[in-house]
């Protein structure tokens, strides 16, 4: 049933009672929640799916957390990683040191060390070296001999002094071989020749040395000292060096290192042991290697076990720096995804997500019940805090939460994409300049400043509507037009315009053309809709059928293009206008797809569509007559700006709900729609029986026409002869 809404129907305001604090800082003073805790409050769900899946142990059992931008996705994953790690499961944190590995040379030893160990052990080699580089000029004897005796007895009581200061058994691989090594070397360098008269050039050899030196690819010691029992890391930037380590190159004086010494740990190193964050599509859009990361991901999880490779040279040689051999790595990933991600990737690469069992749904949106305006309020409050902005005072929480019903475009439910409020809190502090409390009237500001910054298209669309370029009418009657409305994206800018649409009607057999098809400037959307509108029409007048009908529609002035199929609507009321002959009212906006049985359906950016009509009706003179038709399904996701409801509070626009197309056109050309009688025919002087009178006639001039065409053919065939 078509209705008229008043203005208490068309937004939020009256729901959004006064708050009951003054400023925000009450709310800090009454709770000690943090700003995670209130993100929590508003996603349950995840919070419980997610603990759950950080809480299982389980090799292979990584999380998947799905969730739009802006939702908290990854700082509240985050945050619970970090809570995990400080009250889960302990988890022995080590150090990963690479060493020489003097059986199989140019190769690297790793050890794992437990955390301190790996910074102990670089220090105490660092300092046997310095030691090792005195003393060795202290073993030659007055003709340049090396006293092995000497040699051995100081290298046996340092290695003990080694053992005894790092107890462990990992170590005495390294411990067991220094004196050998030592000796060898010493051995060598005599064999080869030493200058006489006690030169020891040459003998000590920072390249032989530096084999003893410690690489210490993962320090743990921040993670003990803030007693955290895991590893938590999250990777900005992956790439294949930044996740799996690399192989520096040999440059300047790291090319007289051994080759052990030039390897660099990755993410996934450092988070051994406990969880690494990651984004989806950090990896997909590297456009170089997006599916090779995904790949050597999925080998990861597969195998457990990582190498570092010289990436530099890898296309070209193959192996790279696989010759220092596997890791065992256990490492629990965390995948910040969006939905749209995640089924691309689930299409390219089916088995990568099988190690990912665990999957995270974040919310975008929730209920507005009271207590959900408190946990925004109290988000409000703590983001304040922590970024020392002024607080806001009900009023103006009020004005934000209407702010989150109008991103949702929903009265019943609230947006928790969070990033946009945090904005629009920064852009409200900024308008109330040196003010100790943001205001309402501050957020309205902001609100208003950030339309100005967004209107230059719709701007310059209204301006040309306003000269008369484009030809847009808001007052009187006129047959076979109506005023469509359109809904434009471009980049943060949304806004919605108005669009003459025309219908033509004559005998014929061609049914319903849509011009815009026809040249192909439609898209498949708005093809489907028009196709729904010419069955539509042939079933309401179906003891006519087949009808004897030509008709075209076109969206005047449009060159862009046309998609989607929320201008049905108003393409058959152009048609029906034309095809009767009764005019239709051009104050009267409309929006609104219908389906085979003529019930009108809902249509996205309503609110857009309506400002912006409104805007140019204000521009060309608003008289009272002007509105806007919407279906009755989309009057839930009406939240409206504040200057339309004062409008159609002072009776100079209306909105107009409907839930069949014969309430809209009814009420645009003043004429009752009528109903069909059970012989398909309608009766009375209704808009419909006026249409089947016409179609009527149609027929009869296409069959007389076609009858005299048959007559004059043969005639001019025989003139021919």
């Not at 006064?18 to 000690?32: I, R």
């Not at 509240?76 to 990963?96: H, N, P, R």
């Not at 298209?457 to 006129?478: A, K, M, P, W």
């Amino acid at each position: 049933m078509m209705q008229v809404l008043n203005p208490v129907e068309m937004t939020v305001a009256y729901k959004l009672s006064p708050m009951s604090f003054e400023s925000t800082q009450e709310l800090l003073d009454a709770s000690d929640m943090s700003l995670t805790d209130y993100g929590w409050k508003l996603q349950p769900e995840a919070q419980k799916t997610l603990m759950m899946g950080l809480s299982i142990q389980e090799g292979g059992c990584n999380v998947l957390v799905l969730g739009t931008p802006g939702s908290g996705r990854a700082s509240l994953s985050l945050a619970a990683m970090k809570a995990a790690a400080v009250t889960g499961i302990d988890s022995s944190l080590t150090d990963l040191v690479a060493l020489y590995d003097f059986s199989q040379q140019s190769c690297a030893n790793y050890i794992k060390l437990p955390a301190g160990l790996g910074s102990q052990l670089r220090t105490v080699m660092d300092a046997f070296i310095k030691t090792l580089m005195v003393e060795m000029s202290q073993w030659l004897d007055s003709n340049g001999q090396v006293n092995f005796p000497q040699a051995e007895v100081w290298l046996e009581e340092r290695v003990d002094s080694l053992r005894a200061q790092l107890s462990s058994a990992k170590l005495s691989s390294l411990f067991n071989v220094i004196k050998p090594e030592v000796l060898a070397y010493l051995q060598a360098w005599q064999q080869l020749g030493s200058e006489p008269e006690g030169s020891n050039d040459g003998l000590v050899n920072e390249s032989f040395l530096a084999r003893f030196r410690v690489n210490l690819l993962v320090d743990q010691r921040a993670n003990l000292t803030a007693a955290v029992k895991q590893p938590v890391v999250e990777e900005k930037d992956p790439g294949f060096a930044a996740l799996f380590g690399m192989l520096e190159n040999a440059a300047g004086e790291a090319a007289q290192w051994p080759e052990f010494l030039r390897l660099r740990a990755g993410s996934v190193h450092r988070a051994d042991g406990g969880m690494l964050l990651l984004h989806l599509r950090d990896l997909m859009q590297d456009e170089n290697n997006g599916g090779a990361l995904l790949e050597k991901l999925y080998r990861l999880m597969r195998n457990r076990e990582v190498q570092i490779e010289d990436w530099a040279n890898h296309a070209q040689q193959g192996a790279g720096g696989n010759r220092h051999g596997a890791l065992p790595v256990h490492v629990k990933l965390i995948m910040i995804a969006t939905r749209e991600d995640y089924y691309d990737c689930l299409e390219a690469q089916p088995d990568f997500f099988d190690f990912f069992p665990v999957k995270v749904e974040f919310e975008d949106r929730v209920a507005a019940s009271l207590e959900n305006y408190a946990w925004v309020a109290g988000y409000i409050a703590q983001k304040c805090q922590q970024h020392s902005l002024p607080h806001f005072s009900g009023a103006a929480v009020n004005e934000l939460l209407h702010f989150m019903h109008r991103l949702e475009e929903d009265q019943s439910r609230i947006s928790i994409r969070f990033a946009h409020l945090d904005q629009l809190m920064h852009e409200s502090v900024a308008a109330a300049a040196d003010a100790r409390l943001v205001t309402d009237a501050h957020v309205k500001q902001a609100l208003s400043a950030r339309l100005l910054r967004q209107q230059f298209f719709e701007t310059q669309i209204r301006d040309s509507i306003i000269d008369n370029e484009l030809l847009i009418q808001v007052h009187g009657d006129v047959v076979g037009q109506v005023n469509g409305l359109t809904h434009i994206e471009l980049g943060d800018a949304s806004f919605g315009s108005p669009i003459r649409i025309t219908a033509r009607c004559y005998p014929g057999r061609s049914g319903v053309i849509n011009i815009d098809r026809e040249v192909e400037m439609s898209g498949p959307s708005h093809d489907k809709g028009i196709y729904i509108l010419q069955n539509w029409l042939s079933a309401s007048f179906w003891a006519l059928a087949p009808l004897s009908l030509s008709a075209s529609l076109v969206f005047e002035q449009e060159y862009n293009g046309v998609e989607g199929d929320s201008a049905s609507c108003a393409e058959l009321f152009a048609l029906l206008s034309a095809l009767t002959g009764l005019p239709i009212k051009q104050g009267i906006a409309v929006t609104g797809a219908l389906n085979q049985f003529g019930e009108v359906m809902p249509i996205g950016g309503v609110n857009e569509k309506i400002e912006g009509y409104f805007r140019v009706c204000q521009a060309l003179g608003l008289n009272g007559e002007q509105g806007v038709i919407i279906p009755k399904r989309n009057q839930r996701h009406l939240v409206l700006d504040e200057s339309v409801v004062t409008a159609v509070n002072n009776g100079m626009f209306k909105i107009i709900t409907i839930d069949h197309v014969l309430e809209g056109i009814a009420h645009l050309t003043g004429c009752e729609a009528g109903t069909q009688e059970a012989d398909g025919t309608y009766s009375g002087n209704t808009l419909m029986a006026r249409a089947q009178t016409v179609l009527a006639s149609f027929r009869q001039t296409l069959e007389r026409n076609q009858a005299h065409l048959a007559y004059i053919q043969p005639q001019a065939e025989t003139g021919k002869s």
